[in-house]
């Protein structure tokens, strides 16, 4: 389990997240130490990330640099003029430190605006990884997890999809319907076939994408996703969604608005989900973002998924119930082959995205691309 920072598990598990790749670095070490009496609120995370930021870069650790910056705008939620500040500087410090792969960078047309995408670049590759990010990654943000992958057969292809990154400022929203950026993409590269892994909420997007674009051979789940309403009610308890769902269902927006607002008075978690939530699919209620994100349910499309599929969870996800990684298994019925992979506190990587030791999921994702 992500260890305890601050104590308040949202707050730990992204600070464990944009320093999980520096943790031999002594300054970043006495970070974790310190950071807990400095930040209480969303204010003061975004403050004490800035600050340290720019420490890190005066330093010429541009890799920390930009991984703090990114931290620093988490929890804002509009495009104002210190988040575009704090994304220049994010975008700045990554490329002028990253060095895993020879890359190329694109800007791929898409509904009056640009999708960003990153090609990774490995001599003499035969196959292309498709990567599909999910509701508030960047793509220079999961281009850390592939050094997994160097010495593969594999280019590979990290893409912005419509409300992630920073494709909101363009008025592009988030979608559920994912093939429509994907089948986009694999125009622009001219591919006739790829495999795909979709991370976070991207596990559902794979799915979506994998669904009704059969280009993608093979899909993983990094990790298995089936509906963002199984967060909600994480987040809410039982009885709290019982009423929310009611008043779904009922379309009483009034009371669902009520109901949500002062719940999230005291949840941090609540508050960046529907905050950040607002800003990628252009809703401003937690009503119209609820009934836009129940779009998003694998229930309705895990049949039309023919390909070999591997699903991968964590026991302790605070996301994702475990469960739904039965639930997916079952209902891929015309799935090639289907293999699944539960991390536990034992095994390590049992946290969301297998966060804490990402290497172990690696090792499945590349057996089961290599055979």
Known sequence: MTDVITGNQQFDFQIHRFTMNFLQNKDVQSDLKNIAKDVTDFATWTKWWSKRAEYYEEEDEYAIAASYYKAAMFYLFENTKQKVTLYNDFIRC?????????????????????????????????????????????????????KYMKGTNYNIIIFDGPGQGNT?????????????????????????????????????LVMRAAAFEKR????????????????????????????LSGALLLHQKKTLNRLLSKAAQNNIDLQW????????????TPYDFL????????????????????????????????????????????????RTKLFTKETGADQHCQVGRVDLAFDEIKSFLAD
């Open 94 to 146: 990554f490329y002028q430190s990253y060095n895993d792969f020879d890359y190329e960078r694109y800007q791929v047309p898409y509904e009056g605006g640009t999708l960003p995408a990153l090609l990774l670049k490995q001599p003499q590759a035969t196959k292309t990884l498709l990567v599909i990010g999910g509701f508030d990654g960047y793509l220079e943000e999961l281009t850390s997890f592939y």
């Open 168 to 204: 909101s400022s363009q008025g592009l929203h988030f979608i559920h319907n994912f093939e429509k950026p994907v089948s986009v993409i694999l125009d622009y590269f001219k591919l006739s076939e790829v495999d795909a892994i979709g991370m976070s909420w991207g596990g559902y």
């Open 273 to 284: 989900k529907l905050g950040n939530g607002y800003l990628l699919t252009g809703t401003n």
């Open 291 to 338: 009934q836009d994100i129940k779009k998003h349910n694998a229930s309705h499309i895990l049949k039309y998924v023919n390909q070999d599929c591997l699903l991968l969870a964590g026991e302790n996800d605070q996301y994702v119930p475990v469960k739904r990684l039965k639930t997916i298994r079952e209902k891929l019925v015309n799935a090639g082959e289907i």
């Open 216 to 243: 993608i051979k093979k899909v993983i789940a990094l990790d298995v996703f089936y509906t963002p309403m199984d967060t909600v009610k994480m987040n809410l308890g039982l009885f709290k969604f019982g009423i």
